[in-house]
């Protein structure tokens, strides 16, 4: 394996995560809803994941336990916030709260267990060429999957009409609801995809990233997949950019830190950071398109008059 | 009327029966307190702990009872937890992290009849012990191993914050190593956490990336090693026996090993004879242990295991001069051994390190 060879490889295990959470909260977030869940979600997902694949012996089994988990977690987010009509910032932190909290629980004997690892798809011949074949055709499935979300929830959202209903939703609830689209049913929809995918990066982490389970495992990334939506100013094509540019910086930072270059490791863990405040900032001063993005509605309670 | 009388006869004859329970308090068992930082299933070091105070119940039976609190967030909710141990008559109580340190003080303050130990702290006082391992020692033992086993010659340390416990393990370890092998190599990658098996895996992903063979660790996840594991490399497991994790990659484990000194401590106690100390112990104490050496060749293990007598037995000491810094000064001269003091707050690489220590 050539030294940039590992690079690339270990770039896409650190971004794959943030992309599977950050694409299904772009999704959530276009029809209007904030969920600041994500963390717990992912947490639960990782737990639920882990703790299947543990009894079973199947990982894919476990990939399916935390997409249920994540999608458990988001209908309880769903039914306080549009049901109940609750506010969704104090919803969405307290689903992160209960999350860690019952994924604690969950996990308690599950802890300090091998795990069962998703194995490489491995495609027979072109996963040899030389390079190429690792990156492209040697990933777990998840991988492919990450992938995949983008270029399908981007047509989604641009191009069809269940999109342009999302976007309607998001930008305006009262129209969409007097032209007769019911907007609590599409944010359960948007909500329960948004649960799906934070709960598979949540299975991504404790499945194929470092396959075991430890309390608060998914340590923050919720919260930077929160943070990259933002980022991409919801665009979903953006988000894979902004996921993979945060996993480059990082990893780069690490491979900085073990050649030896004299930055101090506190700076060099700190500049995904920076480096995302500065591409937020150069993106905000476009107003007209982060204005066309950005759903209108979002964080707004509907609540339909009778 | 005849049943006021029977519940009054049978109160009576319950509080006799209390009574009598009350004169047998004498030799009531000491309840011996512990507070965790982590949960004890974290396979590392809270659970090392938990085996102290499990040591401590099989040692002493019946003379004693145990109580734990796990998961105590270091700060304002350890005074709390540590309180609550207080008030249900705990007579001995280790708070396990250095972030208890100012929250054991304060209790022992307010209890001064319940005695205090501490782990890894440097505040004492009339009812508060303070104690913690030598696990640099071990550290010199896998830099030996790591030199042997090592083709490349370069090893990869996963480190967490740049402090003297840390920066100490790195140059035991790589002294360790240049006792078997001058020129070998150690990089070092810092991930500012404790705990974030993802970011360890990550660094040690690029260490291996970089050339490493070899991957150790001071950071609480199992992580690092699995890596080695899937990758091909071999490692040691950190505070526990991480073998069924990586069951082709550990070399061995520092172990750390609090049970004779929890005993010890729980007996002084039992007898009087307990006094306010400030423990350093290693090998020699107990306090650190090696696991099993496994997937190695014969005569690295032979050497190993002499290393790990001589250091038990006080022949020698890992940090014995000649030593020099990174940039080549001399910090210990042949003959002599570095003090205690400077071991304990020690903030400079030995020279071979491919590293800028974080300030």
Same mark, same amino acid.
């Given at each position: 394996?050539?030294?940039?060879?590992?690079?690339?490889?270990?770039?896409?295990?650190?971004?794959?995560?943030?992309?599977?959470?950050?694409?299904?909260?772009?999704?959530?977030?276009?029809?209007?809803?904030?969920?600041?869940?994500?963390?717990?979600?992912?947490?639960?997902?990782?737990?639920?994941?882990?703790?299947?694949?543990?009894?079973?012996?199947?990982?894919?089994?476990?990939?399916?336990?935390?997409?249920?988990?994540?999608?458990?977690?988001?209908?309880?987010?769903?039914?306080?916030?549009?049901?109940?009509?609750?506010?969704?910032?104090?919803?969405?932190?307290?689903?992160?709260?209960?999350?860690?909290?019952?994924?604690?629980?969950?996990?308690?004997?599950?802890?300090?267990?091998?795990?069962?690892?998703?194995?490489?798809?491995?495609?027979?011949?072109?996963?040899?060429?030389?390079?190429?074949?690792?990156?492209?055709?040697?990933?777990?499935?998840?991988?492919?999957?990450?992938?995949?979300?983008?270029?399908?929830?981007?047509?989604?959202?641009?191009?069809?009409?269940?999109?342009?209903?999302?976007?309607?939703?998001?930008?305006?609830?009262?129209?969409?609801?007097?032209?007769?689209?019911?907007?609590?049913?599409?944010?359960?929809?948007?909500?329960?995809?948004?649960?799906?995918?934070?709960?598979?990066?949540?299975?991504?982490?404790?499945?194929?990233?470092?396959?075991?389970?430890?309390?608060?495992?998914?340590?923050?990334?919720?919260?930077?997949?929160?943070?990259?939506?933002?980022?991409?100013?919801?665009?979903?094509?953006?988000?894979?950019?902004?996921?993979?540019?945060?996993?480059?910086?990082?990893?780069?930072?690490?491979?900085?830190?073990?050649?030896?270059?004299?930055?101090?490791?506190?700076?060099?863990?700190?500049?995904?950071?920076?480096?995302?405040?500065?591409?937020?900032?150069?993106?905000?001063?476009?107003?007209?398109?982060?204005?066309?993005?950005?759903?209108?509605?979002?964080?707004?309670?509907?609540?339909?008059?009778? | 009327?005849?049943?006021?009388?029977?519940?009054?006869?049978?109160?009576?004859?319950?509080?006799?029966?209390?009574?009598?329970?009350?004169?047998?308090?004498?030799?009531?068992?000491?309840?011996?307190?512990?507070?965790?930082?982590?949960?004890?299933?974290?396979?590392?070091?809270?659970?090392?702990?938990?085996?102290?105070?499990?040591?401590?119940?099989?040692?002493?039976?019946?003379?004693?009872?145990?109580?734990?609190?796990?998961?105590?967030?270091?700060?304002?909710?350890?005074?709390?937890?540590?309180?609550?141990?207080?008030?249900?008559?705990?007579?001995?109580?280790?708070?396990?992290?250095?972030?208890?340190?100012?929250?054991?003080?304060?209790?022992?303050?307010?209890?001064?009849?319940?005695?205090?130990?501490?782990?890894?702290?440097?505040?004492?006082?009339?009812?508060?012990?303070?104690?913690?391992?030598?696990?640099?020692?071990?550290?010199?033992?896998?830099?030996?191993?790591?030199?042997?086993?090592?083709?490349?010659?370069?090893?990869?340390?996963?480190?967490?914050?740049?402090?003297?416990?840390?920066?100490?393990?790195?140059?035991?370890?790589?002294?360790?190593?240049?006792?078997?092998?001058?020129?070998?190599?150690?990089?070092?990658?810092?991930?500012?956490?404790?705990?974030?098996?993802?970011?360890?895996?990550?660094?040690?992903?690029?260490?291996?990336?970089?050339?490493?063979?070899?991957?150790?660790?001071?950071?609480?996840?199992?992580?690092?090693?699995?890596?080695?594991?899937?990758?091909?490399?071999?490692?040691?497991?950190?505070?526990?026996?991480?073998?069924?994790?990586?069951?082709?990659?550990?070399?061995?484990?520092?172990?750390?090993?609090?049970?004779? +000194?929890?005993? @010890?401590?729980?007996? /002084? $106690?039992?007898? !009087?004879?307990?006094?306010?100390?400030? &423990?350093?112990? *290693? =090998?020699?104490?107990?306090?650190?242990?090696?696991?099993?050496?496994?997937?190695?060749?014969?005569?690295?293990?032979?050497?190993?295991?002499?290393?790990?007598?001589?250091?038990?037995?006080?022949?020698?000491?890992?940090?014995?001069?000649?030593? +020099?810094?990174? @940039?080549?000064?001399? /910090? $210990?001269?042949? !003959?002599?051994?570095?003090?205690?003091? &400077?071991?304990? *707050? =020690?903030?400079?690489?030995?020279?071979?390190?491919?590293?800028?220590?974080?300030?």
């Amino acid at each position: 394996m050539t030294g940039l060879e590992a690079v690339i490889l270990t770039i896409i295990t650190a971004s794959t995560p943030l992309l599977l959470a950050a694409i299904g909260e772009l999704v959530v977030e276009r029809s209007g809803v904030l969920n600041l869940g994500v963390e717990g979600m992912m947490v639960v997902g990782a737990v639920c994941g882990f703790a299947t694949a543990y009894t079973t012996g199947s990982p894919y089994l476990g990939v399916l336990a935390g997409i249920l988990a994540g999608m458990a977690m988001s209908l309880l987010f769903g039914f306080l916030t549009q049901t109940l009509a609750t506010n969704q910032v104090a919803s969405g932190l307290a689903l992160t709260l209960l999350g860690l909290g019952l994924s604690g629980l969950i996990g308690e004997s599950f802890t300090g267990l091998p795990g069962v690892k998703l194995q490489p798809i491995d495609i027979p011949v072109l996963s040899e060429i030389p390079f190429l074949g690792p990156i492209l055709f040697g990933q777990d499935i998840l991988v492919y999957i990450s992938v995949a979300l983008v270029f399908v929830v981007s047509h989604v959202m641009a191009r069809t009409r269940t999109g342009l209903v999302i976007r309607a939703v998001g930008d305006n609830h009262h129209s969409a609801h007097a032209l007769g689209y019911n907007v609590i049913a599409v944010r359960y929809g948007c909500i329960l995809f948004g649960g799906a995918c934070a709960g598979l990066s949540g299975a991504y982490l404790s499945l194929a990233y470092t396959p075991q389970w430890i309390e608060n495992m998914t340590s923050g990334r919720g919260w930077i997949a929160l943070a990259l939506v933002v980022f991409a100013t919801w665009i979903a094509r953006r988000v894979l950019i902004g996921a993979y540019l945060f996993g480059t910086v990082w990893i780069m930072g690490l491979y900085a830190q073990a050649l030896g270059i004299g930055i101090p490791s506190q700076v060099l863990s700190s500049f995904p950071y920076l480096i995302t405040i500065l591409v937020l900032v150069l993106i905000s001063r476009n107003r007209t398109l982060t204005k066309i993005n950005t759903p209108a509605c979002i964080g707004q309670t509907f609540v339909p008059d009778r | 009327m005849r049943k006021i009388l029977k519940l009054a006869v049978a109160t009576a004859l319950l509080a006799a029966g209390a009574m009598t329970a009350g004169a047998a308090n004498a030799a009531d068992p000491l309840k011996v307190g512990f507070i965790y930082v982590g949960p004890i299933g974290d396979h590392g070091w809270s659970y090392q702990h938990d085996q102290g105070r499990l040591a401590i119940e099989a040692a002493l039976g019946d003379k004693v009872e145990t109580v734990y609190v796990e998961k105590v967030a270091e700060g304002p909710d350890a005074e709390r937890a540590i309180t609550r141990l207080a008030r249900q008559g705990a007579g001995l109580i280790f708070t396990t992290s250095f972030g208890f340190m100012e929250q054991t003080l304060a209790v022992a303050k307010k209890f001064p009849d319940i005695k205090f130990e501490h782990a890894t702290g440097y505040k004492r006082a009339d009812n508060v012990s303070t104690y913690s391992a030598r696990f640099y020692e071990g550290r010199y033992v896998i830099g030996q191993i790591a030199a042997k086993m090592s083709k490349s010659g370069i090893a990869g340390y996963v480190a967490s914050f740049p402090i003297p416990e840390v920066v100490r393990g790195i140059n035991a370890f790589l002294l360790g190593a240049q006792s078997v092998n001058p020129d070998f190599k150690l990089k070092v990658v810092w991930v500012n956490s404790w705990f974030d098996p993802g970011k360890e895996a990550d660094a040690a992903k690029v260490l291996i990336g970089q050339g490493a063979d070899i991957i150790t660790q001071h950071t609480d996840s199992t992580a690092p090693l699995q890596i080695a594991e899937e990758q091909g490399v071999v490692g040691f497991g950190q505070a526990s026996n991480m073998i069924k994790f990586a069951p082709k990659a550990q070399l061995t484990a520092i172990v750390d090993d609090w049970s004779t +000194y929890y005993i @010890d401590r729980t007996k /002084a $106690v039992l007898d !009087g004879t307990w006094t306010s100390t400030d &423990t350093w112990g *290693g =090998m020699g104490a107990k306090m650190v242990g090696m696991s099993e050496y496994t997937n190695m060749p014969d005569d690295v293990k032979a050497m190993a295991m002499e290393t790990q007598a001589k250091i038990t037995s006080g022949a020698f000491h890992p940090f014995a001069g000649p030593i +020099y810094k990174q @940039d080549g000064e001399l /910090a $210990v001269a042949e !003959g002599a051994v570095l003090n205690d003091g &400077t071991l304990a *707050g =020690m903030n400079w690489y030995v020279k071979g390190v491919d590293d800028t220590l974080p300030q």
